[in-house]
């Protein structure tokens, strides 16, 4: 149980289209999802906390206008990356809260041209 | 500002040899402190939390406080046990649904 998916899984767009990515959390509700950040060979940041039926609330330094967050229901959460540029490649990574612990997707890859 | 720090980026040993992942932290108040681990292809899973005082896959940690540490520890490591091992941190008690300040990460080796 506690399963937590990610779609899509890998993403290449052009410069300053936006791409939306989606978290879903398969067999149980998530209050609360988050989202991180993965640069290569680097750890996981923490961007914004996603709470269902709330405005999402954002790390420090992350831009909200940017990293659009959206928690509409108890499953799913998404990750719009507006006006995607180049530095915004990278690897985004959701996860949601079960029983006080946090289960994480697969990730899904961003390659911004 | 919480930090975590992994100051090995990998560690190799062999079969049999215990294992000692090192994991530093800095935070002001009483954090929670868990292991993730992140074996070939698959996504990040919770190894163990602080609170729980529990071994899991043979593996433990105990928060030193005087230290800021939690460091990882296996008596005797397996093949297995080969993955990306990340610290992390929740500043709060019952931290298990607050976000996480992570390290950078250790990718252990076990050789045969």
């Known amino acids: 149980g506690a399963v937590v998916s990610q779609h899509p899984s890998w993403v290449i767009c052009k410069s300053g289209t936006s791409v939306k990515i989606e978290c879903r959390s398969l067999?149980?509700?998530?209050?609360?999802m988050f989202w991180y950040r993965q640069f290569p060979k680097q750890s996981l940041m923490l961007m914004a906390t996603?709470?269902?039926?709330?405005?999402?609330?954002?790390e420090q330094g992350v831009e909200k206008d940017k990293f659009l967050i959206n928690h509409a229901s108890l499953t799913l959460s998404t990750l719009t990356v507006t006006s995607a540029h180049p530095e915004d490649s990278s690897f985004y990574i959701c996860?949601?809260?079960?029983?006080?612990?946090?289960?994480f997707g697969p990730g899904t890859r961003l390659t911004v041209l | 500002a919480q930090r975590v720090t992994q100051p090995e980026k990998l560690l190799s040993v062999f079969k049999g040899a215990p294992v000692e992942l090192k994991c530093n932290y800095s935070?002001?108040?009483?954090?929670?402190l868990f292991w993730y681990v992140q074996y070939s292809r698959q996504r990040l899973q919770l190894l163990l939390r602080?609170?729980s005082r529990e071994s899991i896959k043979g593996f433990t940690a105990d928060l030193n406080k005087g230290e800021t540490s939690f460091h990882l520890k296996k008596p005797f490591a397996q093949e297995e046990d080969s993955a990306m091992y990340y610290c992390?941190?929740?500043?709060?008690?019952?931290?298990?649904?607050?976000?996480?300040?992570f390290g950078k990460g250790t990718h252990l080796i076990i050789q045969p």
């Open positions: 996860s949601a809260v079960y029983q006080n612990e946090q289960f």
């Open positions: 067999d149980f509700q998530a209050t609360t």
């Open positions: 996603s709470n269902e039926g709330s405005k999402a609330t954002y």
């Open positions: 935070y002001s108040g009483s954090p929670e």
């Open positions: 602080h609170i």
């Open positions: 992390a941190l929740s500043g709060r008690a019952g931290g298990g649904a607050d976000g996480l300040t």
